[in-house]
Each structure stands twice: as structure tokens, then as C-alpha cells.
């Protein structure tokens, strides 16, 4: 009896030594070599990102120095506009602070009615209010307060702005139809943009048109683009092309004796032109059209119409986020009698007119409604004043980091919840990357350095771009769990039965002499 | 007597010739079309179809951008300045040319995609460039051009020449690739066209009808790219792009109603013009010597009122009389086979005819051979005549496995009036599963070997290339009277691979569970079992007797 005992715990024992060995070595192997490999993440960093908050700096420094320059300034410019120049002069202010200069109730230098004046670059003069001749310098100051709390709404960023730069990412209550249009239009924010511009010729047997598109570019044009220059790269190309037609027909209105295309039929012109406009084949930058169309001389005049069924003044409309079209009727410069082809120059100042306003609408430069008493200056020949530069700096930099933060956040909590995933070395080194800059870009733009900040959040946006869409992430993904359990349970089940059996009899036995000893003891 | 009708359809024309020489200042653009006709001996038609648009810039300035375009398309003008591409040459052909029945072809071109490209020396990371041009052209031109990678890519080193300006031999800068199992169909007509600058709204290309042109024997598209000389002086560079069509039609199928029309139609009239009849008849002769032949042509000026008469139509009316002449045969022609039987092994066999009657002359070999063909070099055996043949030149580059293709350039002279055959063993590579197409019991595509030669003409070339010629007979420039360049493709092969079964890899590991799991069970029974002594049970004969006991209740036995 001894003897069996004894046989009976050795088998005992055996197979507990299996389940061990199963237990301990085992199973760790079988982890470990199926393991995917998931590079360390900065999840806890990532996480404060959804939560991010840019305590931005608006720019309001003031300045003390009231007197003196504005006086010398008076000395030398009668006219204002030569002012802002020679103020600007004087003190050189810095991307993203405005300057305001505070001259007398009494100067000449604005006229009568005119309470501020914005000028080209980053300052304003404005008139100051009446103040008594007793009253200290931070007393007149803080008299003026609600002067130039107005003169930086108008010239800086505020609410509206920022809702139109996150109108993409973040869902707000509070949006004006207008600021939601304008942010709609705007393109989205890209390092690069292809602008193209296609001359539309669907009738070369009787118009041989003439442009020059290169002679427009750079004088309409380039300045504008140079003054972008900081946001983003700009490349500009154009093409002419034959037999392109509109998508829709336009109706004959006997009223005008022209051809008329309605505001509802335009959403229909696009598409099948725009299968003839190629994309660009070496960039993957977002394009913007910018068409010029010149009617066949069987479909001449022809003029868009609003929905109040005015004629456009531009003959011209845009479509958000792809470009402008403009319609370009050259009825009546040749006679019927003229031999066909006829020979036909194209007034580009009329038609780089139009493009350019367009061009603003797309870039995102918004319109400024200053209340009355002010006066803004003409950007000139560059398009846009320093200080519209700034906002644009802005409110990219915010769109950017926008951007950025909701694909990292995206991206981290995919991974989070997929455990199938791959991370490998280049993607955490991404993802760290693209997490660095957009605190560095947010640091920046707290301090107000735009230009930084700007570059900081457009790496953040190529780093967390080149992560999320990276395709070594898809490997696996569609390798699932019960898959891979499938192959295994022919080794597995076979394995794990006896071994779960025997452990069940072992304990089973165990408690059976635990009541045995209990049973003998009472 | 067979009969077909080439019908023409006027629309008044495009006038873009017109429009087009106006010299705009700084650039000139230049739009030609031509369509040339060629009853073929076997009965069929062979229409080729060329455009040219030649625009006089350089897309290779330093530091200035090319970037307004008038008839050149952008689409391929920002690709030649963004890889700074000096020519380009793609073709993409359904069907094989049977040179033997239909003569040389004027642009010859191997079946499926064919891709070689001339980089500008500037170009640092050719490979690179490669790459990216790939798949870019291949999202243009709607074609899986994406597949060429460094594993059919080769470097020949002399049997592609620049086509175009400038002599160019470092041969680091040429990238090849041929995909032989390319399909091609209306997906790539389409973007072929949109190229065109009136697209096929106007001119010849109004004629490419899909439905008809894929409904033929043989059907070929390409697009060359490459600076050619501004004018007599060449002081200046222009950018030729040359997009060429051939289709042959077959006559039994195609019956009738191709539409034609434009700025030029070369109807080849034969020597005498005795085969066929034509009518209407035109004034316009020309003469043109092209491949080593001179042929009359009858032109028809599309751009003249007087070409379409009183019905502004173009009928043209061909009509056979019987079953004419002997053929013209071509001086050169090849064929490859793959000899051999079972999956390991197996040989590829080149055949070059040399059909001129008294001259030998040399002829540049070029095989590609995907690395999973192993080949042996030390079998290469060249043979004319039933003698050793011993090439003068030859180039190997030995495959690299899953990175590089074999590359073997030879120059052979052949014996006039002679077949040459050249042969190669080779041994079948194992792919690993992932490898395989996905259709692996249909075999691999081995591309077409390249035969390049110049061949005596029979004729005197004209190497005037100043007048002015039919864009045909203008592609390759005449160096010299005597002789002429031809390339001449062979078929591709369709080799198999030992194929594995596909489910084997899932079938393996439940095996081998199963095979593991048995063991491991019969060796844990063995451990955890325990053994005890056992008293021998009684016979059968003892219990069924202890059986009736028990109900007789008498003592039992033991």
C-alpha cells in the first residue's frame, strides 16, 4: 500500500512539475515571441494636449514716448500716409505688436473727422480725446484705454478669429455666419500651395487668345506672394486650354440680349471642367483654380447672375477651398465681318484685378470691419498691410497647432485602444517630435514670436502627419486575436487538457483528505 | 477583290498651327499631326497616328522655372522639371508586332509598358528620382507603372541612346524597365489623349475611338519625350513630345468605317501603286525613304479647303487588286522561346535572322532576366551558320536575389542571309510565399530582349534632317546615307515557377500541433500515470460458472 502511495505522489508530483514548467517558461516564451513590438509613447504629455490652452499674448504694449516723435513726425510729413512710413521708421516694431501713437485733439495731421488712422505696417495714430491740462501721463493714459482697446481689436486677432481657425477641429456656439463663411473659404493650411491659372478656350477656330499670364504674375501677383512668404511656399503655373467647356449651358435672356448663367447653375460649371485641369503630378500641395473663360462667340455675352438676379460687376464667382472662375467676353472686340481666327489680347490688369481679390478670400485674409472714425489704409502694392500679415500668422499658427494636437491625440488614442498594433522606433520618434514642437510652437506664440511659432506648428503638423499615415502602423492590423487563436488550439488544447485535468484531481484529492483528516480528528 | 472605305468626317479644323507659330516673346509652341495608312500584306491596315508638340525652352535652366504653358501639357512638363528628366520614353502596347507578316513598324515597341528615362547629370540620387517618376507617371497615365522597382530596373550600357540632343554615354544616368504583363485598355487612352492640347475635342484625334481601336490586332501608345534643336544652327534647345499611336486593323473584323481627318494623312502607295486603287485621287505625291525603303506617299492636306472638295468629307476609297506582290522581307528580325521541361532547369533561346542576301552586319543583343531565373553564364553559347559566333562585346551584370536583374548586353555580327541563335541556361528560383503574383499557376513574365542594330539600306537615306519632313520618317535621326537604325523586340516569355500550395503554410503549423501535441501527450501519460500491481482477474469460464453460483447461491469459486 506504502508502494502505491508513493507511485501515486510521484505522478502527482510529475505532473505538477509540468504544469510549472508550462506555467514558468512556457507561457513567457509564447508571449514574448508573439509580442508586438510597441515603441514607448508620451501618452501622459499627449493626454495635457487634449486639455491645451494658449494663453496668447495679445499686442498691446504701449508706448510713452507720445510727444516728441509725433512732433518731429508732423515737422517733416504733412500728408499721413508719409507719417506711418517715417513712424515706422522710428521705431521699428516686431512681428506681432502693434504700435499706437497718441497725437494732440488738436494736430492737422489726421483730417477732421477722422479719429484713428491704420496705417500700411504696424502702427496707428489716434487722436486723443480731450483731456485736461492737470492730469498726469498715467491718467491721460488710462483715459485713452478704450481707444486703444478698439484701435488692437481692429488690428490684432480676437474672438472671431479664433473660432474661424478652429471652426475645422473644435464645434463653437457662438459663430457668426459671416466669420463662419469667411473661415470656410479660406484654404485649409498646408506648407505649400500650387496656384494655377488656366486660360479657357472652348472656341480656338474663331478667338486665338493672347496672355501674359508670366508679365501678370509678376507684377499682380508675386508681391502679395512674397509678402507670404513666411507661411507658406507659393508656386505659381499656367496653362491654356482648347475645346474646354462649362457644364452647364447657359440661357439666352432676350431682355439683355446675352446669355446668362444664374447663381444656382454655378455649382454645376466645376466638375467637368475640372477634369481637363490636371492636378499637379509632382506636389501633393493643395491647388488653387483660378479659370479664365472666354465664352465661344455662339454663346457671347455671357454674364453671371446673382441670386437677386443682378449681373456681377466682376463677372466673376469663387468656389470655397478650389479656386475662382471668371467669365471673359470678348464679343466686342472684332466686328462680325473679322476674319477668324481673330487675334485677341487680354486685359490682364482687369483679370489679375479679380484673381488677386480672390486669392485673398482663399489665403484667409479676413475682412476687417472697423467701427466708424477710421481710417485704413490701402495695403498697396503688396496686398496686404503687416498687420493683416500678423492675424494670418496667427491664426494659422493656431490652426496648425489645432491640427497637430487632434492627430496626435487621435493617433495616441488608436494605439491606445488597438493592442495589434506595431509601434516601431521612427513612429515614437515622430510622435515625440511632432509633441516637442507643438509645445515649443505653443511657448512661442505665448511670448509672441509668430514667425517661430508658425514654423514650430507646421513641424508639428509634417511630424504628426508623417506618424498617423505611416504604413508600417498597418501591418498586423488585420491579423486579429481569434485568428491566431484558431491556429493555435490544435497545440494548445491537446496540451492544456491533461494539465488542467490532472491539476483539478490533484486539488479535487487534496480537499478529500483535508475532509478526511477533519472527519478523523472529530 | 477586297474592299474597305476609309471614311473622313470635316469639322472645320483647328487652326492651331496657325495660332501656334505666332511668335510669342521668348517661346514658340508648334503643333503637328499626321496620319499614315499602310495597307499591310496580310490584308490588314496599319494606321499610325503621330502628334508633335515642339515648344522652344529648356526645363532644365538653372534657377529659372518653367512654368506657363500653352500647348505643351503641364501635367508632364512640371514632372520633366521636377526629376530633371532629359528624355522620356514610354510606350504601352497590346498585342505583338509580327514583324514577318507586317514589316517594320515605325516606332517599335515591346508588348506591355515599356519605360526608359535619361536623367539629367545633375541628378544626385538617380534611383531616387527613378522611383518617384514611377509612380507618378504611373498615377498619369492611369497604368502600374508603380510595379517598377529596383528589381526589374537595368542600366544598359549601349543599347539606349539618348534619342534627342546631346550625346550623353554615362549610362549611370539611363534607368530601363519593361513590365511585360501590363494590360492595356480605354484607362490609358484616356489620359493619352487629355496630353493632346486640343484633347480629342478636334484634329486626327477625334478618330480615337476606344471601341474600335481596342477591337484590333495590334494596338500601341506612347509618349517621347526629348530637346531636339531649335533650328538649322541648333543654338538653342526645344523640347520635342511626340505622342505616337499604331493599330493595325484587321480587315475581316474591322470591315469598315474609320473615320479619318486632319493636317496630314500619308497613305502609302506602295512603289508603283499598281496593289490597290485609290480614290479620291490627290495631287500631292511625296516621296519619303524610311527603314532603308522608298515608298511613294499620297498626301492629304487637311488644313487646305481643296482636300475635302465639294462635300467637305474625305472619303477614301482602297481597292485591292488581287492579291498582290511579294514582300518586301525585313533585313532583321527575332524570336525567343524558353526550351526545356520540368521545374528546375530550362534554357532561353534568341534567334536573329539577317535576311540581307550579302551583308553582315553587327547587331546589339540586350536581355533582362528577372533575378528568380538564376541564370549560367558559362552556358552562353552563340551559333551561326552552325559555328561559334563570338560576340565582340559583352556586358553581364549577374542579378542580385530580390534586388537586381540580370543584365546581359551583347554585340554580335551576323553572317549575311543567317540565323544566329543564342542560348542561356538557366535554373528556377523557390520565391518565398509573399512573393508569389497572385496569379502564380499562369506563369512569370520575362520582358522582350532588345535587338538594336544599324542596317545596310537598300536605298540612300536622306540625312538632310533640315528639310521638311513627315514626322514618320523623323523620329530616329540618319546619321549616315548607307544605313539605317532599327530596334526590333522579341516576344516576352512565360516562364513557371515551382508553385507552392497556398493554404500549405496554415495546413504546416496544424500539422505540426497536432504532431506535437500527440507527443506531448503520450509523454505526459507516461510521466503523471501511476503504476500499481494488479491481481490477475479470474478466467472467463471461472466467472460465468461464479455467475450461476451466485443464482444457485452456492459458494463461489476463486
Known amino acids: ?522 | 477583290f477586297r474592299l474597305s472605305s476609309l471614311i473622313g468626317h470635316i469639322s472645320t479644323c483647328p487652326s492651331l498651327i496657325g495660332q501656334c507659330c505666332q511668335r510669342h516673346p521668348g517661346s514658340v509652341d508648334e503643333f503637328q499631326e499626321e496620319l499614315v495608312i499602310r495597307p499591310l500584306h496580310s490584308g490588314d491596315i496599319y494606321a499610325s497616328f503621330q502628334f508633335r508638340t515642339l515648344w522652344d525652352t529648356d526645363f532644365l535652366q538653372e534657377g529659372q522655372k518653367v512654368s506657363h504653358y500653352r500647348l505643351f501639357p503641364k501635367s508632364l512638363g512640371q514632372v520633366l522639371s521636377k526629376f530633371s528628366v532629359r528624355e522620356l520614353h514610354i510606350s504601352f502596347t497590346q498585342g505583338f508586332w509580327r514583324t514577318m507578316q507586317w514589316g517594320q513598324p515605325f516606332i517599335p515597341s515591346p508588348p506591355g509598358a515599356e519605360l526608359w528615362v535619361w536623367f539629367h547629370d545633375t541628378v544626385s540620387d538617380v534611383d531616387g528620382n527613378w522611383k518617384e517618376l514611377t509612380n507618378v507617371l504611373s498615377g498619369i497615365f492611369c497604368a502600374s507603372l508603380n510595379f517598377i522597382d529596383l528589381t526589374n530596373t537595368v542600366q544598359p550600357s549601349a543599347s539606349f541612346k539618348p534619342l534627342g540632343l546631346g550625346n550623353a554615354t554615362d549610362h549611370r544616368f539611363l534607368r530601363y524597365a519593361t513590365l511585360p504583363r501590363e494590360i492595356v485598355c480605354t484607362e490609358n487612352l484616356t489620359p493619352w489623349k487629355k496630353l493632346l492640347p486640343c484633347g480629342s475635342k478636334a484634329g486626327l484625334a477625334v478618330l480615337l475611338k476606344s471601341e474600335k481601336l481596342f477591337h484590333s490586332s495590334f494596338h500601341s501608345q506612347a509618349v517621347h519625350i526629348r530637346p531636339v534643336c531649335q533650328d538649322e544652327q541648333c543654338t538653342s534647345k526645344a523640347w520635342e513630345l511626340r505622342q505616337t499611336l499604331n493599330v493595325v486593323f484587321d480587315l475581316y473584323t474591322a470591315g469598315q468605317g474609320k473615320k479619318a481627318f486632319r493636317s496630314s494623312i500619308y497613305l502609302n502607295c506602295g512603289k508603283t501603286g499598281e496593289l490597290f486603287e485609290l480614290s479620291p485621287a490627290t495631287p500631292l505625291l511625296s516621296q519619303a525613304v524610311v527603314l532603308g525603303d522608298r515608298r511613294t506617299y499620297s498626301v492629304f492636306d487637311l488644313t487646305r479647303a481643296e482636300t475635302f472638295g465639294q462635300l467637305r468629307s474625305l472619303n477614301l476609297l482602297l481597292r485591292w487588286k488581287g492579291d498582290g506582290g511579294e514582300m518586301l522581307r525585313p533585313l532583321l528580325h527575332a524570336e525567343r522561346y524558353v526550351a526545356g521541361f520540368g521545374l528546375q532547369t530550362g534554357e532561353i533561346h534568341t534567334v536573329i535572322y539577317n535576311n540581307h542576301p550579302y551583308r553582315a552586319f553587327p547587331v546589339l543583343l540586350m536581355d533582362s532576366v528577372p533575378w528568380y531565373l538564376q541564370l549560367y553564364i558559362h552556358t552562353l553559347t552563340v551559333t551561326s551558320k552552325s559555328r561559334d559566333n563570338k560576340p565582340s562585346y559583352i556586358h553581364y551584370q549577374p542579378a542580385k536575389d530580390r534586388h537586381r536583374p540580370h543584365l546581359l548586353e551583347m554585340l554580335i555580327q551576323l553572317p549575311p542571309h543567317s540565323m544566329t541563335e543564342v542560348t542561356v541556361q538557366f535554373e528556377r528560383a523557390l520565391l518565398k510565399w509573399t512573393e508569389y503574383t497572385p496569379d502564380p499557376n499562369h506563369g512569370f513574365y520575362v520582358g522582350s530582349s532588345v535587338v538594336s542594330a544599324l542596317v545596310p539600306s537598300m536605298v540612300a537615306m536622306s540625312t538632310n534632317f533640315t528639310q521638311d519632313q513627315p514626322l514618320f520618317s523623323s523620329f530616329v535621326p540618319v546619321k549616315e546615307e548607307s544605313s539605317y537604325f532599327v530596334r526590333v523586340y522579341t516576344e516576352p516569355l512565360l516562364v513557371n515557377l515551382p508553385t507552392p500550395d497556398f493554404s500549405m503554410p496554415y495546413n504546416v503549423i496544424c500539422l505540426t500541433c497536432t504532431v506535437v501535441a500527440v507527443g506531448y501527450g503520450s509523454f505526459y501519460n507516461l510521466l503523471t500515470r501511476t503504476f500499481q500491481v494488479d491481481e490477475p482477474s479470474l478466467p472467463l469460464a471461472k466467472r460465468l460458472a461464479n455467475l450461476i453460483r451466485r443464482i444457485r447461491g452456492v459458494p463461489l469459486l476463486t
Open chain 1, 1 to 522: 500500500m506504502a508502494a502505491l502511495q508513493l507511485e501515486k505522489q510521484r505522478g502527482r508530483y510529475a505532473a505538477l512539475a509540468i504544469a510549472a514548467v508550462v506555467i514558468v517558461v512556457g507561457i513567457p516564451l509564447w508571449w514574448k515571441t508573439t509580442e508586438t513590438y510597441r515603441a514607448w509613447l508620451p501618452f501622459s504629455e499627449i493626454s495635457e494636449l487634449d486639455s491645451l490652452q494658449v494663453h496668447a499674448l495679445r499686442p498691446s504694449s504701449r508706448q510713452n514716448h507720445v510727444c516728441d516723435s509725433i512732433g518731429s513726425a508732423m515737422i517733416y510729413n504733412r500728408v499721413f500716409d508719409k507719417a506711418d512710413l517715417s513712424l515706422h521708421m522710428l521705431s521699428e516694431s516686431s512681428c506681432g505688436s502693434v504700435v499706437v501713437y497718441v497725437i494732440p485733439e488738436s494736430s492737422t495731421l489726421l483730417p477732421e473727422d477722422v479719429k484713428v488712422y491704420v496705417g500700411q505696417r504696424r502702427t496707428a495714430l489716434l487722436r486723443s480725446p480731450p483731456f485736461k491740462t492737470s492730469w498726469n501721463l498715467k491718467e491721460v493714459l488710462s483715459n485713452l484705454d478704450v481707444e486703444v482697446e478698439q484701435v488692437v481689436s481692429t488690428m490684432s486677432f480676437g474672438h472671431q478669429d479664433i473660432v474661424a481657425a478652429l471652426s475645422n477641429r473644435v464645434r463653437m456656439t457662438k459663430v457668426t455666419k459671416e466669420s463662419m463663411a469667411d473661415s470656410m473659404r479660406a484654404i485649409k493650411s498646408s506648407p505649400g500651395y500650387e496656384i494655377t491659372f488656366s486660360l479657357l478656350n472652348p472656341d480656338p477656330k474663331s478667338h486665338s487668345l493672347h496672355w501674359d499670364i508670366e508679365g501678370a504674375v509678376q507684377s499682380y501677383i508675386q508681391p502679395l506672394l512674397n509678402k507670404l512668404a513666411p507661411i507658406a511656399n507659393f508656386s505659381v503655373d499656367s496653362q491654356i486650354l482648347y475645346y474646354a467647356v462649362l457644364g452647364v449651358n447657359p440661357r439666352f435672356d432676350n431682355s439683355v440680349s446675352a446669355y446668362t448663367l444664374s447663381a444656382d447653375s454655378l455649382s454645376h460649371v466645376i466638375n467637368p471642367v475640372e477634369a481637363r485641369l490636371g492636378s499637379n503630378a509632382a506636389s501633393s500641395n493643395p491647388v488653387l483654380n483660378f479659370l479664365l473663360y472666354v465664352p465661344d462667340a455662339h454663346h457671347s455675352p455671357l454674364f453671371i447672375r446673382d441670386h437677386s438676379k443682378r449681373k456681377v460687376p466682376s463677372n466673376a464667382f469663387h468656389s470655397p477651398r478650389w479656386g475662382g472662375i471668371m467669365v471673359y467676353n470678348v464679343n466686342e472686340m472684332y466686328g462680325p465681318e473679322a476674319e477668324r481666327p481673330v487675334d485677341i489680347n487680354i486685359n490682364m490688369a482687369k483679370v489679375m484685378g479679380v484673381f488677386l481679390a480672390q486669392l485673398r478670400l482663399m489665403l484667409g485674409v479676413q475682412h476687417t470691419h472697423p467701427p466708424t472714425g477710421f481710417v485704413l489704409q490701402s495695403p498697396g502694392s503688396a496686398g496686404l498691410a503687416d498687420w493683416e500679415l500678423d492675424r494670418l500668422l496667427w491664426s494659422r499658427s493656431v490652426e496648425n497647432i489645432a491640427t497637430a494636437s487632434t492627430t496626435i491625440t487621435s493617433l495616441a488614442q488608436l494605439l491606445d485602444q488597438i493592442g495589434n498594433i506595431v509601434i516601431n522606433d521612427n513612429i515614437a520618434q515622430q510622435v515625440s517630435s511632432a509633441v516637442t514642437s507643438l509645445q515649443s510652437a505653443v511657448a512661442e506664440l505665448e511670448a509672441g514670436n509668430l514667425a517661430f511659432a508658425l514654423q514650430y506648428s507646421r513641424e508639428a503638423i509634417l511630424a504628426s502627419e508623417r506618424a498617423f499615415f505611416d504604413p508600417s502602423l498597418l501591418h498586423l492590423l488585420y491579423f486579429p486575436d481569434d485568428q491566431k487563436f484558431a491556429i493555435y488550439i490544435p497545440l494548445f488544447l491537446p496540451m492544456c487538457v491533461p494539465i488542467v485535468l490532472s491539476l483539478l484531481k490533484i486539488v479535487s484529492e487534496a480537499k478529500k483528505r483535508r475532509a478526511d483528516k477533519q472527519a478523523k480528528s472529530d
